[in-house]
T-cell receptor, first 119, second 116 residues
Framework: DTAVSQTPKYLVTQMGNDKSIKCEQNLGHDTMYWYKQDSKKFLKIMFS???????INETVPNRFSPKSPDKAHLNLHINSLELGDSAVYFCASSQVSVIAGGGRTGELFFGEGSRLTVL | AQSVTQLGSHVSVSEGALVLLRCNYSSSVPPYLFWYVQYPNQGLQLLLK??????LVKGINGFEAEFKKSETSFHLTKPSAHMSDAAEYFCAVSLARSSNTGKLIFGQGTTLQVKP
């Protein structure tokens, strides 16, 4: 039973189109993330939601709009796709909690990624 | 602001040889540090993490890493490489404070090649 699942796994589309990627986690975590991995494999955070509330928005173009209908789901909608949007998009989830020393952290569990190719 | 630098984008070792993947961090507050592995066409999987307990951390698949504050390093090692260790390895940092959102900042990754 997959912990973090993303659909679709592959997406090929034309410039200017609108597309969505869906993510679901069955781990009971309260925080979910979208990361973008470019062609050089560099991973950069895009968004994070905690219990359906947006908590991180890392200067991503307005064409990208995340939506979290509940804490188990986080979707990513992209309008007017551009060539530079081609990448692998990873969804992740974690249970961020206080640990010894007073700091907060949690292990990120990643989905298998959605490879978006814009032609 | 925090950041991570992985020295060497490609590391090649022979099967059975020592694996050493280097990671240096920069952080204005005490960090939490992580190593993740990514196999081809898969997501990232946690190998190990440092969260201010023991400085020598043991992870899965025989990997371990040592947090050295004086050197701002968190290098990943494995005594004997297996062919199955060939993958992309990422070092990541987050902040050890109560306001942490769990966000990880990743290094640029190191490709580990294992030769027979």
């Amino acid at each position: 039973d997959t912990a973090v699942s993303q659909t679709p796994k592959y997406l090929v589309t034309q410039m200017g189109n609108d597309k969505s990627i869906k993510c679901e986690q069955n781990l009971g975590h309260d925080t979910m993330y979208w990361y973008k991995q470019d062609s050089k494999k560099f991973l950069k955070i895009m968004f994070s939601y905690n219990n359906k509330e947006l908590i991180i928005n890392e200067t991503v173009p307005n064409r990208f709009s995340p939506k979290s209908p509940d804490k188990a789901h986080l979707n990513l909608h992209i309008n007017s796709l551009e060539l530079g949007d081609s990448a692998v998009y990873f969804c992740a989830s974690s249970q961020v909690s206080v640990i010894a020393g007073g700091g907060r952290t949690g292990e990120l569990f990643f989905g298998e990624g959605s490879r978006l190719t814009v032609l | 602001a925090q950041s991570v630098t992985q020295l060497g984008s490609h590391v090649s070792v022979s099967e059975g040889a020592l694996v050493l993947l280097r990671c240096n961090y920069s952080s204005s507050v005490p960090p939490y540090l992580f190593w993740y592995v990514q196999y081809p066409n898969q997501g990232l999987q946690l190998l190990l993490k440092y969260t201010s307990a023991a400085t020598l951390v043991k992870g899965i698949n025989g990997f371990e890493a040592e947090f050295k504050k004086s050197e701002t390093s968190f290098h990943l090692t494995k005594p004997s490489a297996h062919m199955s260790d060939a993958a992309e390895y990422f070092c990541a940092v987050s902040l050890a404070r109560s306001s942490n959102t769990g966000k990880l900042i990743f290094g640029q990754g190191t490709t580990l090649q294992v030769k027979p």
